[in-house]
Nanobody, 122 residues
Framework: QVQLVESGGGLVQAGGSLRLSCEASGRTFSGYAVGWFRQAPGKERDFVAGVSRDGGTTYYADSVKGRFTISRDNAKRTGYLQMNSLNAEDTAVYYC???????????????WGQGTQVTVSS
């Protein structure tokens, strides 16, 4: 089992930045790829970004490419999502997830956090 806890969400003005953290406990964090997903009210949960087990490979949704950066620190058992140039369309609950493969689909991710709210005011 891996437990994931997100933090760092909040209210920010358009154009601002936030950094989300995903702290893991339980089984070896470095054995899992990490993904970030988000779900806006009334919408499906969408892939945002993913990072491989060693941090060497990253993958982004087109909507956040160039603005968001995903990373991880296996020694600290923590994943990160740096979000810059935020806009109202980024408002959502953000979830981190851990799984056996880096993917833009939710199926490979076994463990999920409870989510953290990000609200961007225009």
């Amino acid at each position: 089992q891996v437990q994931l806890v997100e933090s760092g969400g909040g209210l920010v003005q358009a154009g601002g930045s936030l950094r989300l953290s995903c702290e893991a406990s339980g089984r070896t964090f470095s054995g899992y790829a990490v993904g970030w997903f988000r779900q806006a009210p009334g919408k499906e949960r969408d892939f945002v970004a993913g990072v491989s087990r060693d941090g060497g490979t990253t993958y982004y949704a087109d909507s956040v490419k160039g603005r968001f950066t995903i990373s991880r620190d296996n020694a600290k058992r923590t994943g990160y999502l740096q979000m810059n140039s935020l806009n109202a369309e980024d408002t959502a609950v953000y979830y981190c997830a851990a799984g056996g493969a880096l993917s833009k689909y939710s199926n490979p991710y076994i463990y999920w956090g409870q989510g953290t709210q990000v609200t961007v005011s225009s």
